[in-house]
Nanobody
């Protein structure tokens, strides 16, 4: 499985961005897919996730009410719509996928099998 993120960039506080993650390869093996982020000097953390079927979305507390995860199964792409962005959202955002049907309890993504290279999101005025 290969994952390629896009859509990062510089945005002002209060602005919006939509990240995309295009999956290819043996996508039939994916059970769930999600977005993680890592800010400078901080541990990687889960932002949002969803089952490959598109059901059961999960959001970290920091993302609830502002971010929306969605899937386009035809395009084999996962999106993260981010609204009302804050400076503390600045981080490298990674797409990750797992073969296992588990809850999003490992918030650092230690149970994910496949990772993209990340896309940088900078929220600054």
């Amino acid at each position: 499985v290969q994952l390629v993120e896009s859509g990062g960039g510089l945005v002002q506080p209060g602005g919006s961005l939509r990240l995309s993650c295009a999956a290819s390869g043996s996508t039939f093996s994916i059970n769930r897919i999600g977005w993680y982020r890592q800010a400078p000097g901080k541990q990687r953390e889960v932002v949002a996730g969803v089952r490959w079927s598109g059901t059961g979305p999960y959001y970290a507390d920091s993302a609830k009410g502002r971010f929306t995860i969605s899937m386009d199964n035809a395009k084999v792409t996962v999106y993260l719509q981010m609204n009302s962005l804050k400076p503390e959202d600045t981080a490298v955002y990674y797409c990750a996928a797992s073969n296992y049907d588990r809850a999003w309890s490992d918030r650092t993504g230690g149970d994910m099998h496949y990772w993209g290279k990340g896309t940088l999101v900078t929220v600054s005025s």
